[in-house]
């Protein structure tokens, strides 16, 4: 569907390098990274919008590297909405439609669009006074009202309140069942990510870091950033030999298979179990060590455990906390399961 | 209790004040200076209606050519950068810092006989030495970069990202500027016009050096003051803050329609 060849943009002292993606059709593909890695310029480059510097942009099997935006049936829905501000919500709508051949069945086609995502009564009001889930709403029933091969959303949800979050994520997920369109959204949430998104990729200053599927981005990272932005906070470099992983600190038994010439390995805070007794000897990677924070982060509680002066990060709820009276200083045992345990090489 | 005033808003309102003061004053002084009477009879002065009547229709034609050229420049100053973009802005502005008279003679220069500009003009049959063409063309000289500024900041204060959704929609670069770009920025395009206009009605220095007459306002005051004092340059100039007043109010009417961006 969407084939980006060795993608270069430099553009005023930014760098995208050799970026290689294949989106397949009618697939919702997110963007992962953080601010200022690359993410709106590639987007916009799909899009027509900024120039390349090399490579070469494919979609439906269309070379469309050179191809004006107005002529790649390509859609973009913006974090700020863009709505056009001197014409109603309807005016927004039907913007497209006098560059596309449209019928009446187009035109139910809109106004059931419309009627599901709950705008159809706003059709006459400017767009002053609309609050940031209506004017999202908007933006993307706009997008969609000419049909197009590919929407790109561009941090779409950003900018809305919680409430109004998850209702438009919701929303992206009905309307991509709902639609032939291919979703390429931009985010730098890895929840919204793993809610919506298929297949997805993570881009770091300008260059590709990894690809793949939603969860092996997730679960399996392939590279010392990738681990870090995806919420793996417990890294360490070790001596790998078969199944076991020798660090500074500690060892610990690894599951099968592991990545060849690995020479670090990493897992979730959330994946690590805190016990006030010793646990039965059925666990291994058992370790012993002395809670040195708590961090209360509203929802849950964030703990380092200082393990053989290491520092080991576990995210737990607020009630296994009270119920196992977890406090500073308090000695406990650690257990890092060997299946929570990825290893990569870098 | 006593109330507190802040030091600074008393400075602040003492400064407004004093700088309101300063400009009305004599503005003030001018208008309740003549009659009624004797601003009436000016009215029916042919003389007076005539110079008007040249400053309206050469400003306005001034800032209609600024309209037209000035707008396709003020947009690529405001969406695009190229080499040499700083020096082009600088270029623009040159008509403001320059003393008038001196612009005067510089168009004088280039216009004239020993020019081959001004030359090929001749044997084209156009004079601009005190004709209403070089009136307008030292108008829209002395006028332009007003427009083009103020142009140029509406434009850049329109998202980028507007014109980005509506060529993904399917608009060619043409159509958006038509449907998004040009209505948008309709306020900033009328603003820039009264200020050019205004910058070419008041002008006075470049113009009676290229062409003493015909005469404008400007010019027939200067005229009537020298020769005749203060009493009879006064009415003229009442009239010409009255008709400016008038005109200026009609157009910040019509581009009232506020727009948020």
Redesign the interface.
Known sequence: MIQIHNLCIHFSGFSLNNVNIHIKKHEFFVLLGPTGSGKTLLV?AI???TPISSGKIIINGQDMTHV???K?K???V?Q?Y?L???LTVMENIQ??L???KHGPDDLQRIRDLMSKTGILNLSNRKI?NLSGGEKQRIALI??LA?N?SVVLLDEPLSSLDPGFRDDIQNLLKMLHKNTDTTFLMVTHDFAEAFFLGERGAILNQGTLEQCGSVNALFTSPKTPFVARFMGFKNMFEAQIDKNLAKTDSFELELNSPITPDANYICFRGEDTRVFSTRPNSKHCNTFSGRIQDIIDKGSYCDLYINVNNILIHVSMTKSEIINNAFCIEKDVYLVIPKQAIHTFFC | MKRHYDPFLIVSIISCVSVSLFILAPIIQLLLGPSWVIILESMRDPDIQKAIGLSLYTSGIAALIALIIGTPFAYLLARKSFFGKRVIEGIIDLPIVIPHPVIGIAILGIVGKQHWLGALLHRMGVYLMGTISGIVIVLTFVGMPFYINTVKNGFEAIPVRLENVSRSLGASFRSTFFRITLPLAFRSIIVGFIMCFARAISEFGAVVVVAYHPMTAPVLIYERFTSYGLKYSQPIAVLLILISLLLFIALRLISRKDINL
Do not use: L, M
């Open positions: 916009e899009a027509g919008i004006p935006p107005e790649r390509v859609g973009i913006y700020d863009a056009f501000p001197h913007y497209g006098a560059y596309h002053k706009r997008a000419v197009p």
